[in-house]
């Protein structure tokens, strides 16, 4: 399916998933940028979950989702050339801070569910 849309002139695959960090095959630590990636030879994103521990609706989970756990991976990740582009949505919505804490490994803002509801 990918193919057809790379040899069309699609120039980067936007693969995002519910976390970043879980592989998409069985036999693969590879998401699905990563895959998007090998499988056309062209840019991908990955997305999901960057700077969560887990999703907001997880029955299983206790506590604020934010966290600074899953960033060592996305930068390995990044580093062995998975994926080329990353996005951020629920963290950014949360803390618009955010990028400039990753990146100096400060704390992020604690969470507070009310700033990501929507309003109709």
Do not use: C
């Not at 069309?8 to 936007?14: R, S, T």
């Amino acid at each position: 399916m990918l193919g057809p849309l790379a040899d069309a002139g699609v120039d980067v695959f936007d693969a995002q998933q519910l976390a970043f960090d879980r592989a998409e095959f069985p036999g693969s630590d590879m998401n699905l940028a990563g895959w998007a990636k090998k499988v056309t030879g062209r840019m991908s994103m990955t997305s999901g979950a960057v700077g969560l521990s887990h999703g907001l609706y997880d029955p299983a989970a206790s506590g604020p989702p934010v966290s600074t756990d899953n960033l060592d991976a996305l930068i390995r990740r990044f580093e062995r050339d998975e994926f080329d582009l990353v996005g951020v949505a629920r963290s950014l919505l949360q803390d618009p801070a955010w990028t400039r804490k990753a990146r100096l490994g400060l704390p992020f803002a604690a969470y507070d569910p009310s700033l990501l509801r929507v309003l109709n």
